[in-house]
């Protein structure tokens, strides 16, 4: 393993008595990247990024955030104080007001920026005076937000960041993202709004039932992946006609076959040709990938 990357699972595997909900996860998060990761409810997702953090251990399997080892707990507590993380439970001083909670967080932080701080503050209009108590739900997200990203962390770990947001907090987030990646902050966020995460991320990870089912280059997945349509004359010949490099998903039906392809898309269609079946070919964005490859067949 190296520290090269953000985070590096092997195998990571976490059961819920007998509920399996991460299986063999194996990932590679780069440095100073946003990754966005992607699932269905229950895909697995909350639960991966809870054993990356040392608040539930793993089943099976190993992980490094930032090269430290998840399951040591001295180690552990190396990654909560290097990482940001926000996440369901927002875990803030009531007590406090905004700006007590926010001068509080600011003292244990050299690297804090206070130009994020202001201008987040000013962007999402938090009530300085306000009990962080009798903020709204919304309101509590976008401080909790604040108090991350102008700590200017190594990397920062979102649990659908977005969620509750209101359409313009939902910009100077995901421009406040850009900007501390320039920065040099690494950016692992989950998310169900797939518009935002074609917008924003570098690198897309998709699991499906604790396991991953895609990992790749966002500008990858549009250039290289290709919905392929295929009209036979008769019935379609059987799926093994087409295990071929490059498939990812097949779908027969009658005389019709649909392949979702991540590359070798001329293969595949000279193939079909030699098949004498007419052949279209079209491409794909973040939102036909994600059916194609979440969604039970029919
Ligand atoms: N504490 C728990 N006890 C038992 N089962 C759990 C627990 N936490 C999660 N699970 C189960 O593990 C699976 C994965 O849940 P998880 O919360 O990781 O999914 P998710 O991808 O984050 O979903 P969502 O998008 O709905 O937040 C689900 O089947 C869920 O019911």
Known sequence: ??????????????????????????????????????????????????????????????????????????????????????????????????????????????DWQPHIEARLLKAYQLPPGRKVKAISKGMRTKLALLLALARRPELIILDEPSEGLDPVSIEELLQTLQEVR???????????????????????????????VMNTRLGDLLDNYRNIVMEFGAQAPVPTAFAL????????KGRQVWVLASSNVEGIVAHARTLDATVQVTPVNLRDVFLDLVREAP
């Open 1 to 110: 393993m190296t520290d090269e990357l953000a985070i590096e699972t092997h195998g990571l595997t976490r059961h819920y008595g007998k509920v399996e909900a991460v299986r063999g996860l194996s990932l590679a998060v780069e440095r100073q990247c946003i990754t966005g990761f992607l699932g269905r409810n229950g895909a697995g997702k909350s639960t991966t990024i809870k054993m990356l953090l040392g608040m539930i251990r793993p089943t099976a399997g190993t992980g490094r955030v930032l090269g430290y080892n998840i399951a040591d707990p001295a180690q552990s507590l190396q990654i909560r104080r290097r990482i940001a993380y926000v996440g369901e439970d927002k875990g803030l001083y009531g007590y406090m007001t905004v700006a007590e909670l926010i001068r509080f967080t600011r003292s244990f932080y050299p």
């Open 245 to 252: 490099a490059g498939v990812e998903r097949l779908r027969i």
């Open 182 to 212: 320039a920065g040099g902050t690494s950016v692992f966020f989950s998310s169900h709004q797939l518009s935002e995460v074609e917008r924003i991320t570098d690198r897309v990870l998709m699991i499906d039932h604790g396991q991953l």
